[in-house]
């Protein structure tokens, strides 16, 4: 492994990839949520961008994307690069030869178009890893195809599969094509670095957003199987394969709450807990086969009952008789979660250029360790003197050349410096 010298922010030997260097060249969410989990696991994370800075920065002045880029950036080291000059790939190289793993997120054929592909990168560090995602991969017939969030909930079937059966089609709130893939890429980045430690030799893994998400459909898959062209598009907020009922999204005096019942057990507690244990016996809800039938009368008897109560309450009462079920809660709710802040999972952070805010730390828990402390995200470039210059180093004059030649670029703070002087 390549230790990261002093230079950079080094974690303790305890955290799980302490010594691990990545270089993070990607972009808005899938990649940068790779190299998140990295870094919160220990590794030191290098995040290189253009001279402009990435993607999800530029977002900022429309307000809103701030927080974004700080939510998937936390305890990274972040340097500008110019990989479209000679000097600047020249440093990327040298960088190359002293890192484990690198992630990037571009459109299949940059990277090689630059000179900097896996191959020729393999041939100054055999060992690393060389983690890609894009779209819809490297080949087949949509290689070249550009491919977003929103692009991949349409061509997966996301869209389509979301609303109600009477309504057009709705794209999913969350960006789940890119979070699947960044999970996916993290696991096959993690799962090459252990056939590194066996055989000393890195590889390329690849992870495409469509392949990714294509399992979440699982239950509508079934349901196609089952019925083929009489199975509905939309279900709405009932079960995707219309085979479980109650599941649904019910009606309160002051919002929704969702309840789920796979088993029989769960709808025989739910007549308990809303006063009605008389209808155990009713032939259209006996079993889950003949709810599913009859999931109207199912609906309607729930609803009647939760319209009475506060959401909480609903939620309160069914969850102490063991049943799935919680409030629809809205994102404000969310972020002060007790148990995510009791976890560590969510934390509220002081950030040097938000404020107070809420920031997630990694789902991956490793027991007998304590959290990698949040370190807020930094500045463009924040971290290029620390990298090129105490890490690799090169010299404050060589620094200040590369600067003023546009191989690496002026902080904030030294952009600011600059125009006061102007």
């Given amino acids: 492994m390549s230790a990261a010298p002093s230079a950079l922010n080094e974690t303790p030997p305890h955290y799980p990839l302490s010594g691990i260097t990545v270089l993070d060249l990607s972009h808005v969410y899938n990649g940068p949520y790779a190299a998140l989990l990295m870094a919160l696991a220990g590794a030191t994370v290098i995040k290189i961008e253009p001279l402009h800075g990435e993607h999800l920065r530029s977002r900022g002045d429309l307000g809103g994307a701030d927080l974004p880029f700080a939510m998937l950036n936390s305890n990274k080291q972040p340097v500008t690069l110019n990989l479209k000059s000679e000097k600047g790939r020249g440093l990327f190289r040298e960088l190359v030869a002293r890192a484990d793993i690198?992630?990037?997120?571009?459109?299949?054929?940059?990277?090689?178009?630059?000179?900097?592909?896996?191959?020729?990168?393999?041939?100054?560090?055999?060992?690393?890893?060389?983690?890609?995602?894009?779209?819809?991969?490297?080949?087949?017939?949509?290689?070249?195809?550009?491919?977003?969030?929103?692009?991949?909930?349409?061509?997966?079937?996301?869209?389509?599969?979301?609303?109600?059966?009477?309504q057009p089609p709705v794209k999913s709130g969350?960006?789940?094509?890119?979070?699947?893939?960044?999970?996916?890429?993290?696991?096959?980045?993690?799962?090459?670095?252990?056939?590194?430690?066996?055989?000393?030799?890195?590889?390329?893994?690849?992870?495409?957003?469509?392949?990714?998400?294509?399992?979440?459909?699982?239950?509508?898959?079934?349901?196609?199987?089952?019925?083929?062209?009489?199975?509905?598009?939309?279900?709405?907020?009932?079960?995707?394969?219309?085979?479980?009922?109650?599941?649904?999204?019910?009606?309160?005096?002051?919002?929704?709450?969702?309840?789920?019942?796979?088993?029989d057990h769960h709808f025989n507690a739910v007549l308990d807990v809303i006063g009605r244990p008389e209808l155990k016996v009713d032939p259209r809800f006996h079993t889950r086969s003949l709810r599913v039938v009859n999931f109207a009368a199912v609906d309607e008897l729930i609803e009647s009952w939760t319209?009475?109560?506060?959401?909480?309450?609903?939620?309160?009462?069914?969850?102490?008789?063991?049943?799935?079920?919680?409030?629809?809660?809205?994102?404000?709710?969310?972020?002060?979660?007790?148990?995510?802040?009791?976890?560590?999972?969510?934390?509220?952070?002081?950030?040097?250029?938000?404020?107070?805010?809420?920031?997630?730390?990694?789902?991956?828990?490793?027991?007998?360790?304590?959290?990698r402390p949040i370190e807020p995200s930094l500045?463009?470039?924040?971290?290029?003197?620390?990298?090129?210059?105490?890490?690799?180093?090169?010299?404050?004059?060589?620094?200040?050349?590369?600067?003023a030649e546009g191989v690496i670029g002026y902080t904030e703070e030294e952009l600011a410096a600059r125009a006061a002087v102007i």
């Avoid at 990277?111 to 191959?119: C, E, N, P, S």
């Avoid at 470039?381 to 050349?401: K, M, Y």
């Fill in 102 to 166: 690198l992630v990037e997120n571009f459109a299949p054929g940059v990277m090689d178009r630059l000179g900097v592909g896996a191959a020729d990168l393999h041939k100054i560090n055999p060992r690393l890893i060389y983690g890609s995602s894009s779209g819809y991969g490297k080949d087949g017939p949509y290689r070249d195809y550009p491919a977003m969030d929103l692009v991949m909930q349409a061509m997966s079937g996301i869209i389509n599969s979301t609303g109600f059966p009477d």
């Fill in 379 to 403: 500045t463009l470039g924040a971290s290029n003197d620390a990298v090129f210059g105490a890490w690799l180093g090169h010299s404050e004059q060589e620094l200040a050349a590369y600067k």
């Fill in 174 to 263: 969350a960006a789940v094509c890119d979070f699947s893939a960044g999970i996916h890429l993290y696991g096959a980045i993690m799962t090459a670095l252990y056939e590194r430690e066996r055989t000393g030799k890195g590889r390329v893994v690849e992870v495409a957003m469509q392949d990714a998400i294509y399992a979440s459909l699982a239950s509508n898959y079934g349901m196609v199987h089952a019925r083929g062209d009489s199975a509905p598009e939309r279900t709405g907020n009932r079960h995707g394969g219309l085979g479980i009922a109650p599941y649904n999204a019910y009606a309160t005096s002051d919002g929704y709450v969702v309840l789920n019942c796979p088993g």
């Fill in 307 to 371: 319209k009475t109560l506060t959401k909480d309450d609903v939620a309160q009462r069914m969850l102490a008789a063991a049943i799935p079920c919680a409030p629809v809660r809205n994102l404000v709710e969310v972020m002060d979660d007790e148990n995510m802040h009791a976890r560590g999972s969510l934390q509220w952070i002081d950030h040097p250029k938000l404020g107070r805010v809420a920031l997630p730390h990694s789902p991956l828990v490793f027991e007998g360790t304590e959290r």
